[in-house]
């Protein structure tokens, strides 16, 4: 009886602890003008119900204190807007003191000089930088003839085989991208490389605590070995090559924006990490989708195989037929939608600010939350149906609530590269081969869309 309770004791006592706990973090966000909402526990706020509940946490607080509201999500104190026209305001007022407020975690292995993390006349020199390698023309004339070659040889010997489409969508983007950037040297790294990649990614969306066996501890350790295996690359090069990482180690007349070598570094890293998520998993949702929709996939296939009668087999893809391929870019969009593939984008205060009548702190985060959108039935009819045929509406892309790719200046800058690489790994997909699912496995649409067991499937030629 005794021991019973002194049990019963001890667990009064944890209990009035953690909520004195609760309580005292309350208080302390208890700012006057500040939106309504629950802060969780110190330091770890409310991130893991954010990362376990994901748009059901979201629904839950806007049902209790309406489309703005604050929290404490991933190391942070956060204000979340689900309001579209606050939405688009905060996205287009990046010169008002809205700058960019990625977690630290992804700022910390990202790097200090990623596009993300800087602003000003910074990300001006590193977005020309940018958007010098992946210009229509540098996609036309120098980066669709690799996308094309890489996809040939990648989606050869499928034939009779069941694929984890996960893993090989996975392994598409990340070679698809290492090939552009260091093509002389993309096959001597990439079994080095890649493994680390992978652990980089997760490290990204953590809280920030660097304690052997975290998520964080392992991406920061990858992002180090990168660093060297970069520095590397960049050391032993003594000619100009036709790549990525060529032009951007360029001191002549021709690049504009000189950039010093961990500026070169953090770039590099920057246009791995942001075109891989998007193109491995729109890539894997569109498989799926389409094996769910035959009438989509006939619809698709029927657009691809006129690009192939009207070519010799050893034709390469190439601009004009990449913008013939209406039909696949709709696919790709409703993907992306439907998927939710990107749930919305971070903000941060520079200094104290006003917004739909609350006073926004300087330094906190604001949560653009963009992925309730997608599904709103005043913006798309049926919202919950797989129809790419909506998107042939060219008008729907130049929507004010289209926010796919993001807005404003922080508009998704590689955007047409992405759709080009998936445009072709689809082309080579669906003229070569149908395809069945093995076995019902799930998929998961928050954090990240994934499937945590995979997504097998068995290739037959076509």
């Not at 990858?222 to 951007?248: F, P, W």
Request: include cysteine; charged fraction near 25%.
């Amino acid at each position: 009886m005794a021991v019973f309770v002194v049990i019963l004791g001890l667990f009064a006592l944890v209990l009035c602890i953690c909520t004195a706990l609760l309580k005292w973090n309350e208080m302390r966000y208890r700012k006057k003008g500040l939106p309504p909402g629950t802060m969780g526990w110190p330091v770890f706020g409310e991130t893991s119900e954010f990362l376990k509940q994901g748009p059901n946490f979201m629904k839950n607080q806007r049902a209790r204190y309406g489309s703005v509201f604050k929290s404490h999500i991933l190391g942070c104190p956060t204000v979340v807007s689900m309001d579209p026209e606050l939405n688009r305001y905060i996205l287009m007022s990046e010169a008002k003191g809205l700058v960019p407020g990625y977690p630290q975690s992804m700022l910390d292995i990202l790097g200090k000089c990623n596009i993300a993390a800087v602003h000003g006349s910074t990300h001006k020199q590193m977005r020309g930088a940018l958007l010098a390698l992946i210009s229509h023309t540098m996609i036309r004339e120098q980066l669709l003839p690799k996308i094309d070659e890489f996809m040939r040889t990648f989606l050869s010997n499928w034939d009779n085989k069941v694929i984890n489409i996960q893993e090989k969508t996975k392994e598409m983007a990340f070679l698809s991208s290492l090939k552009q950037i260091a093509s002389a040297e993309s096959s001597s790294v990439a079994q080095e490389f890649m493994p680390e990649f992978f652990k980089l990614v997760l490290g990204t969306l953590s809280l920030p605590i660097d304690l052997p066996g975290t998520n964080y501890c392992r991406g920061f350790q990858a992002r180090k070995n990168i660093v060297r295996i970069l520095g590397q690359l960049i050391k032993e090069r003594t000619d100009s090559h036709n790549d990525m990482l060529g032009y951007l180690m360029r001191k002549d007349d021709s690049n504009r924006h000189k950039l010093s070598d961990d500026e070169i570094i953090d770039q590099i890293i920057t246009i791995l990490y942001s075109g891989y998520e998007t193109v491995s998993t729109t890539s894997m949702m569109a498989v799926k989708y389409l094996h769910d929709h035959p009438r989509v996939l006939e619809e698709l296939r029927k657009e691809h195989m006129a690009i192939k009668d009207r070519k010799k087999p050893e034709n390469p893809i190439e601009w004009n037929d990449l913008k013939s391929m209406r039909f696949t870019r709709a696919v790709i969009f409703e993907t992306l939608r439907l998927a939710t593939i990107v749930n919305g984008v971070l903000r941060k205060t520079t200094q104290e600010m006003e917004l739909n009548g609350f006073v926004i702190p300087k330094g906190w985060r604001i949560y653009v939350y963009t992925r309730e959108i997608n599904y709103d039935p005043f913006q798309y009819a049926d919202p919950l149906a797989f129809n790419p045929w909506r998107w042939m509406d060219k008008s729907l892309e130049s929507q004010s609530y289209f926010l796919i790719f993001g807005g404003g200046t922080r508009q998704c800058p590689g955007k047409e590269l992405g759709i080009a690489e998936i445009s072709t790994f689809l082309h080579y997909f669906v003229t070569r081969y149908r395809w069945e699912e093995v076995g019902g496995e799930k998929l998961m649409k928050f954090p990240r869309v994934e499937a945590p067991n995979g997504l097998h499937i068995r290739v037959s030629s076509y």
